[in-house]
């Protein structure tokens, strides 16, 4: 879209609707590609489209037969990206966690491709 940095630059500093629509397609283009480029991360986000059911990382972790601390990890990634939620993010053990609107929309874009 640029070939020089400093038009770049002004077009991300403007406030425009045009801007707005950019940054939000790359962001999401970003999450995609993060999602896709891992194995664990993919499946994680299909097994929260399969099941809507709240999940904590043990539950997670069996599974996708991966160690726990791997499994949040993973987790943590996908709740970074707002694709899932911890409805008790206070406590500090069996943290359970259910996938979120955006979550529904970018997990349908990732399980089609």
């Not at 629509?21 to 970003?30: C, G, P, S």
């Not at 097994?47 to 997670?60: D, Y």
């Not at 972790?61 to 206070?90: A, P, Q």
């Amino acid at each position: 879209m640029f070939q020089d940095i400093e038009p770049m630059k002004k077009f991300l500093n403007e406030k425009t609707v045009e801007n707005e629509v950019y940054l939000d397609n790359n962001n999401y283009l970003n999450i995609i590609s993060d999602i896709k480029s891992s194995k664990y991360r993919k499946e994680a986000l299909k097994i929260f489209m399969k099941s809507e059911e709240v999940k904590t990382p043990s539950e997670m972790s069996k599974i996708l037969g991966i160690g726990v601390s791997h499994t949040c990890k993973i987790l943590n990634d996908l709740k970074n990206h707002d694709l899932i939620i911890c409805i008790n993010e206070k406590d500090k053990k069996n943290k359970k966690h259910e996938i979120s609107e955006l979550g529904k929309n970018i997990g349908n874009i990732v399980i089609k491709s």
